[in-house]
């Protein structure tokens, strides 16, 4: 499958990585068409599968694409990337909107909005399913890496959409538990996880952990 | 142990019961002295170790006292109970500042502050303990109602105030996982984690749940 990733950074390059290595073409997108870190993953993937451009190449070479770009600058990357590029498309939104610049993290939207509804709402052609901003890159893609089965979250309007995204996560990253949470404002939860999140990764000492949800002995 | 246990809902009515039949002398304080669920708790309870009273008598019965009251109502009710009550005491904080009037649930103080926070603010002089807040009443006090260990998170300033809380957690409700996130800043993380909370609770079709974190496997 064509493939548009939006984002160099951690999470792009290594969700870019996974799926070069099953086999699809992945187009990783960037503000400009000669992003460095865009040229230089490319070229550690061989090229052949592996390609670069700008948003708005990635999104229209992608017959799904992954928001992988920070939070912050998603909507303006995917204003970039364009609505009729990403028009009919399943966009896995990975983001976060989160301020990073104090001791303490908080989020630029949250509580009655989320990162994921505002695209939605900007982009109402496009089947946005938010997904996988609760895991450390490593993990997404390598669920096994923990010492048992935990769980991954999807939430959006369209339950197609939704289908699809979960047959990808159980498919090609091997995700065993997915737990659909609702429609698109159950963005708001997951979202809004990722301060007892930031606790927890200092609690843990690691970024690879995630958590499962135990539910009642009878 | 006297203790004080302030508000006369679900979890202040499991949290209290459970403690009474641990041998402990409890009061239940709300708003009114002769609260009609108070008055009917402590007689179901038999009375002899079950006492009833306002915050302030509530407060100033326990040598630690728990916060059980609506989030939205806790620094109201507090108040109530009086700064000089709650001097040089654990309060556990279990409340979250959550107002359910829409559909989508929403917190009334979050992100950037929190209910832990601003209790532990207006009450200086009072150890505050954020825990059990993620969890159901039932489970609060039963954890091996779940099908298998999960964690339950303390927050909080005082190291010692913490790790008597640990002690309670495990010795008296017989958590055996307990996660200390950090300051009370920490709190934030929690309460922000209900929403996420709201949508598992729909998604598992029960009250009775709760997460476990998974680390890596190496």
């Given at each position: 499958m064509k493939i548009g990733v939006l984002g160099t950074g951690v999470a792009g390059q290594t969700i870019g990585s996974k799926l070069v290595h099953l086999g699809h073409e992945v187009m990783m997108g960037a503000r400009?068409?000669?992003?460095p870190k865009a040229v230089a993953w490319a070229k550690d993937e061989g090229e052949k599968h592996a390609l670069f451009g700008n948003f708005a190449n990635a999104a229209s070479f992608g017959e799904i694409v992954f928001n992988c770009t920070l939070g912050t600058a998603s909507l303006n990357a995917l204003r970039m990337a364009g609505a009729e590029n990403l028009k009919g498309k399943i966009l896995i939104d990975t983001a976060n909107p989160l301020d990073?610049?104090?001791d303490n993290w908080s989020l630029t939207?949250?509580?009655?909005?989320?990162l994921g509804e505002q695209i939605q709402r900007e982009f109402p052609d496009t089947f946005v399913v938010k997904s996988l901003?609760?895991?450390?890159a490593d993990v997404i893609?390598?669920?096994?890496?923990?010492a048992e089965r935990s769980d991954v979250f999807v939430s959006g309007n369209d339950m197609e959409a939704k289908s699809t995204v979960i047959r990808i996560l159980r498919?090609?990253?091997?995700?065993k538990s997915i737990i659909d949470?609702?429609?698109?404002?159950?963005s708001r939860g997951v979202e809004m996880y990722m301060l007892l999140w930031r606790s927890l990764r200092k609690a843990v000492s690691s970024y690879q952990f995630n958590v499962k949800v135990v539910r009642s002995a009878q």
């Open positions: 400009d068409v000669d992003n990073y610049s104090s939207v949250c509580n009655t909005d989320s901003n609760t895991i450390n893609v390598n669920p096994t890496k923990l498919e090609w990253f091997g995700w949470l609702g429609d698109i404002t159950t």
